[in-house]
């Protein structure tokens, strides 16, 4: 059974860098470059947001203009799994980060109604001083 698990959260202080995780298990034969990838993040009492992507195949990346510039996605298909670095982090990029997947998104125009086959649970980053 294919599943994703993230990894890579903590407790940083602003302006500090993170790097997360979002790795796949479970299926052997497993080509991430075949799923686009999205990570999402919620914030307490706030709704789930799209933060970044990357498309199947091409690579395409797609970042949420709130986080541009401090906000990367990359890919290792020999490791299975896909990045989020974060960079310069604020108070307000607290939040519990989770990765979702879905085989032949593409999402260089944005999400556009992402629904995602698979989620992982997240991990919690907290951003304080």
């Known amino acids: 059974q294919l599943q994703f698990e993230e990894s890579g959260g903590g407790l940083v202080q602003p302006g500090g860098s993170l790097r997360l995780s979002c790795q796949a298990f479970?299926?052997?034969?497993?080509?991430?470059?075949?799923?686009?990838v999205v990570w999402f993040r919620q914030a307490p009492g706030k709704e789930r947001e799209g933060v970044a992507c990357?498309?199947?195949?091409?690579?395409?990346?797609w970042i949420e203009d709130s986080v541009e510039g401090r906000f990367t996605i990359s890919r290792d298909a020999r490791r299975r799994s896909v990045y989020l670095q974060i960079s310069d982090l604020r108070l307000e990029d607290t939040a519990v980060y989770s990765c979702?997947?879905?085989?032949?998104?593409?999402?260089?125009?944005?999400?556009?109604?992402?629904?995602?086959?698979?989620w992982g649970r997240g991990t919690q980053v907290t951003v304080a001083s």
């Open positions: 990357i498309s199947s195949n091409d690579g395409g990346t």
């Open positions: 479970g299926f052997a034969g497993f080509n991430i470059n075949l799923y686009g």
């Open positions: 979702s997947a879905t085989p032949h998104y593409r999402c260089s125009g944005g999400l556009r109604g992402y629904m995602g086959d698979y």
